[in-house]
């Protein structure tokens, strides 16, 4: 005679209860929040809170100070995940960003035009890019810059 038990288990769904949602862009950019959920975890830093929960897409940045002058910086080196690549200036600007490979082949290019002035860290995808060399070319339409760097893919 065989004996049999009934098994109960927790089911998850993918939808988030909240009493309050919000999403807005403005073409490049794009902010959503919920109010309401529960937060799992919060890591705190002298400058930096980040929080972990179902949705949490906002890093709050503080006394932190936007760097003087004109300029560009790329990181990490090497990379994995992200290319960062920091834009600051006092005076409006348009930029050309260039990304190619070590073989000279256009990966990814992108124009943006500051009318204020800036200072903004973009992120460039790096995880559908092949191991390798790459060349990362930022040109101010002025000439004021005009920047290579060499940045290596892992």
């Not at 919000?22 to 799992?40: C, D, F, K, M, N």
């Not at 830093?45 to 179902?54: E, H, K, S, Y």
């Not at 290019?109 to 995880?127: H, M, V």
Request: charged residues 20%; aromatic residues 10%; proline residues 5%.
């Amino acid at each position: 005679m065989g004996s049999g038990s009934n098994l109960f288990s927790q089911v998850l769904s993918h939808q988030v209860l909240v009493c309050a949602a919000g999403v807005t862009g403005t073409g490049t950019l794009e902010y959503s929040q919920t109010i309401g959920e529960s937060a799992v975890e919060i890591f705190n830093t002298a400058d930096l809170v980040l929080t972990q929960g179902f949705q949490q897409p906002k890093m709050i940045l503080l006394n932190v100070i936007p760097p003087s002058g004109n300029g560009v910086n790329v990181y990490p080196n090497p990379v994995t995940d992200f290319i960062n690549v920091e834009l600051f200036g006092n005076v409006s600007r348009k930029f050309r960003i260039e990304i190619f490979n070590i073989s000279g082949t256009l990966v990814r290019t992108e124009k943006i035009t500051y009318s204020d002035p800036f200072w903004e860290i973009r992120q460039y995808p790096a995880d559908k890019l092949n191991k390798g060399l790459y060349i990362i070319r930022i040109v101010s339409e002025d000439g004021l810059i005009n920047r290579t760097f060499k940045i290596d893919k892992m």
